[in-house]
Every structure is written in C-alpha cells, then in structure tokens.
C-alpha cells in the first residue's frame, strides 16, 4: 500500500539557518503530494502542495519539489525563524480505498532557537 | 469563515468505557473524515463520509468503533468499550468535494487518555 518516510525529529536550527526535511514514499499510480504543519496546541494546516512531477510547491517561504524519478518531496527553507516552530508532516493523496485520503509520514518536530 | 469545530478537547477515561466525539465540518462541505493520530505517528484515516453515506472504513475498527453522519453535517465518532491502546488524538477534517484532491480542513482534535 501507500506509504510515506520522513526524517525523524526533533531536528534543531538556529533561526536563520537553512532546513532541509526529507520525505520519501511509495504509492501506485501518481500521487499528489503535501506537506502539512501543526504549530503547537493548533490543527493541521496546509503548508504546499504538488501535484504532479516536477511541480514546485512553495508557501511562507517553504519549497517542495515533486521528484517522480527519487520519489521524494522534501521541505527547504532558506532561513528558518523560531514562529516555524512546529511539527511537520508529509503526505500523499491516492485513490485506493476512496478517493482522497491521505497517507501520513510520522511527523518531523522543529525546533527553532534564537 | 468558521472552521472545523470538534468536542470535547480533552477525554480522560477508564478502560472498558465508552466514550463520543463530535465533529461539526466547515458549512457546505460535502465530504467528512476522522483521523486517529497515536503519539509520534502520522494521522491514520479511520472513516470517509460523503454526505451521509461511508465511502472508506477500511481502518476503523468496527467491533469497538463506530462513526454516524446522520444528517449530511455533523458527525460523531464512538468507542466502545475503549481500550489503553485507544489513546490518541483524534482529529476531523472536512473537504468541498470528492473528486480530484480538495484541500482537507482540519478541527483542533480531541485528545483521549484512556486509563
């Protein structure tokens, strides 16, 4: 079945420095793909999102390339600030069993320090 | 716009209990999902709703869990009896449509400590 492998936390920076989460998956067909954020004592939230090969999905600053050829999707941000904060999770969308449902990474917890 | 409202926050109850949530999505939309998200796991689908009908409860552990969305709105999600396992976070999420990807909204979750 569908599956999704992220790097695991916490994963510590200074503000300012440079973020790199990996998220690599498995899944038949052509997923789209999402990374989603939970700040603390809040819901998930969209952060980006791709849909198909070589789409760049980009937001707050966050960038995510749709890698078909690695399948990866991996989050950078060229400067981190302490509000980014939070838990991170990678996803994908596929069609098995309905449509729409979404297959979770375990989460990734950033901590960024001043 | 509202969000998607969930009840009660926080649960703390005993094994073997029974125990509801509550899910109210964002108005108008169609398509309703509860989600168990274990400590230092990912969410986990546990059921879809399309209006009022299933459309995936592949995951949802129908001898002790059970879900209704009666009216096409709001939906509960139920255990009994609940086990230690059963803690968790469980979150709703609500979408526009079903077809294609529709970006799914998601309530504050519930927390559930199951003694």
């Known amino acids: 079945g569908d599956s999704v492998t992220q790097m695991e936390g916490p994963v510590t920076l200074s503000e300012e420095a440079f973020l790199t989460i990996n998220c690599t998956y498995t899944a038949t067909g052509y997923p789209s793909l999402f990374w989603y954020v939970q700040y603390p004592g809040e819901g998930l939230q969209l952060l980006l999102k791709?849909?198909?090969?070589?789409d760049k999905g980009s937001n707050k600053g966050f960038e995510a390339t749709y890698r078909k050829e690695t399948t990866s999707f991996h989050l950078e941000k060229g400067s981190v600030q302490v509000s980014d904060s939070a838990v991170y999770f990678c996803a994908l969308t596929g069609l098995t069993g309905g449509g729409n449902k979404l297959t979770f990474g375990t989460g990734t917890q950033l901590k960024v320090e001043l | 716009e509202a969000g998607v409202a969930q009840s009660p926050r926080y649960k703390i109850i005993e094994k073997r209990q029974s125990v509801a949530f509550w899910c109210n999505p964002i108005?108008?939309?169609?398509?309703l999902y509860w989600y168990q998200q274990i400590l230092g796991q990912g969410p986990k689908l546990l059921i879809q709703?399309?209006?009022?009908?299933?459309?995936?409860d592949s995951q949802l552990p129908k001898d002790r869990f059970s879900a209704e969305r009666l009216k096409g709105v709001d939906s509960t999600l139920k255990i009994q009896p609940a086990k230690l396992e059963d803690s968790a976070v469980y979150l709703c999420?609500?979408?526009?449509?079903?077809?294609?990807?529709?970006?799914?909204?998601f309530g504050p979750g519930t927390r559930l400590t199951v003694l």
């Open positions: 791709a849909t198909k090969a070589d």
């Open positions: 999420a609500s979408t526009s449509g079903a077809g294609g990807y529709n970006e799914q909204f």
């Open positions: 108005s108008g939309h169609a398509t």
């Open positions: 709703f399309q209006n009022n009908g299933v459309v995936d």
